[in-house]
């Protein structure tokens, strides 16, 4: 695996943390931008939509418009990857 690899594992499971700390369990991709860079992760906003359109394929989380801007919202599934109770190859593992 490549290190670009390993990085982009690590911020989809920084975006799913994220969104699991949360009210609600939701948040727009300016805030979860702002949870990345707080981790380490210098990213563009593409790159954040991205991760978010690829999370959603994975049914980690949803996605709904909101003038412009997408709200991410945590599924039972993505929670479940955050507890480390389900493997999504693509999404770093949580350490126990």
């Not at 799913?16 to 981790?39: K, V, W």
């Not at 563009?44 to 801007?69: F, P, Y």
């Amino acid at each position: 695996m490549s290190f670009k690899d390993l990085l982009k594992e690590d911020q989809r499971l920084v975006i799913l943390r994220s969104l699991e700390e949360m009210p609600a369990y939701e948040a727009n991709e300016s805030i979860l931008d702002t949870c990345l860079e707080s981790y380490g992760h210098n990213i563009s906003r593409d790159a954040v939509r991205t991760h978010l359109a690829w999370l959603q394929e994975q049914d980690l989380i949803t996605i709904r418009e909101m003038s412009g801007c997408q709200i991410a919202k945590l599924t039972g599934r993505g929670q479940d990857v955050v507890t480390g109770q389900a493997i999504v190859p693509g999404v770093k593992r949580p350490r126990a």
